[in-house]
C-alpha cells in the first residue's frame, strides 16, 4: 500500500521547520516522532479550578468536618421528619374509635368536602384508593387511619394536620365505621410499605 501523505511544506505555504524542531519530543518509538501539543490554557484553568475545588471540599467536609456529609444530613432530616410528623403519647392515648352519630355525621361532612374528591363518595376509590376494601398500606386500626389522613403518605396521600385532631377523629370514625366494610384491625401495624 503506497503512502499518501504529503509533505507539510506542500500542504501548508506557512510551515515553519524551525517551529515544529521546537516542539517535538526527543524520544521516538520505533521511527515515529511526536510533537509537544499542550492542552489549551482555558482547559488547564478548569483542571486547576477542579483540582482546588476539590481540595476545598476535602478540607471543608473530611478534614475539619465544617459541613455534615450525606449520610449525617440523611439522619439529621429524618430526625427533623419525625420530629415534624410524630404523634406523642397523649395524642395516641385519645385517639379511639367514635361512635356517636353526631361525630360520623361530622365525619361524614368533612369526608365530603375534603376526601371525596379522591376517594370517591362512596370511599370506593378513584385517584385515591379504595377505603372499602381489607388491602390497606398503612393499616386500618384507628391510629393508623388517624396518622395516614393527618400526616399523609409517601404514595400522594395529601395530608391534613391543618384540621384540628378531633375533626380528624371524625373522619377517622366515618372511614372505618361507614365506608370499611372490612374487619378493622384492633392492634397497631407496623407503617412501613410492602
Given at each position: 500500500m503506497e503512502n499518501t501523505n504529503k509533505d507539510p511544506k506542500e500542504v501548508f505555504e506557512g510551515y515553519n521547520e524551525k517551529y515544529d524542531e521546537?516542539?517535538?519530543i526527543d524520544h521516538d518509538y520505533d521511527g515515529i516522532r511526536?510533537?509537544?501539543?499542550?492542552?489549551?490554557?482555558?482547559?488547564?484553568w478548569l483542571f486547576y479550578f477542579t483540582v482546588f475545588w476539590a481540595l476545598g471540599y476535602a478540607a471543608y467536609f473530611h478534614f475539619f468536618h465544617v459541613g455534615p456529609l450525606q449520610a449525617e444530613e440523611y439522619e439529621i432530616e429524618m430526625k427533623?421528619?419525625?420530629?415534624?410528623?410524630?404523634?406523642n403519647d397523649a395524642e395516641t392515648k385519645s385517639i379511639v374509635l367514635l361512635t356517636d352519630e353526631a361525630s360520623l355525621n361530622a365525619g361524614a361532612a368533612t369526608y365530603a368536602k375534603s376526601c371525596a374528591d379522591c376517594h370517591g363518595p362512596?370511599?370506593?376509590?378513584?385517584?385515591?384508593?379504595?377505603?372499602?376494601?381489607?388491602?390497606w398500606l398503612y393499616g386500618n386500626s384507628v391510629k393508623n387511619v388517624f396518622e395516614t389522613?393527618?400526616?399523609?403518605?409517601?404514595?400522594?396521600?395529601?395530608?391534613?394536620?391543618?384540621?384540628?385532631?378531633?375533626?380528624?377523629?371524625?373522619?377517622?370514625?366515618?372511614?372505618l365505621q361507614k365506608l370499611n366494610t372490612a374487619e378493622t384491625e384492633t392492634d397497631t401495624t407496623d407503617n412501613t410499605e410492602n
Open positions: 521546537k516542539l517535538m511526536e510533537l509537544d501539543n499542550p492542552p489549551p490554557p482555558w482547559l488547564m427533623e421528619a419525625a420530629e415534624k410528623y410524630k404523634t362512596e370511599g370506593k376509590g378513584g385517584i385515591g384508593v379504595n377505603l372499602t376494601d381489607d388491602k389522613i393527618k400526616n399523609g403518605t409517601s404514595k400522594g396521600m395529601t395530608s391534613f394536620a391543618s384540621l384540628p385532631d378531633d375533626q380528624l377523629m371524625q373522619v377517622t370514625s366515618f372511614v
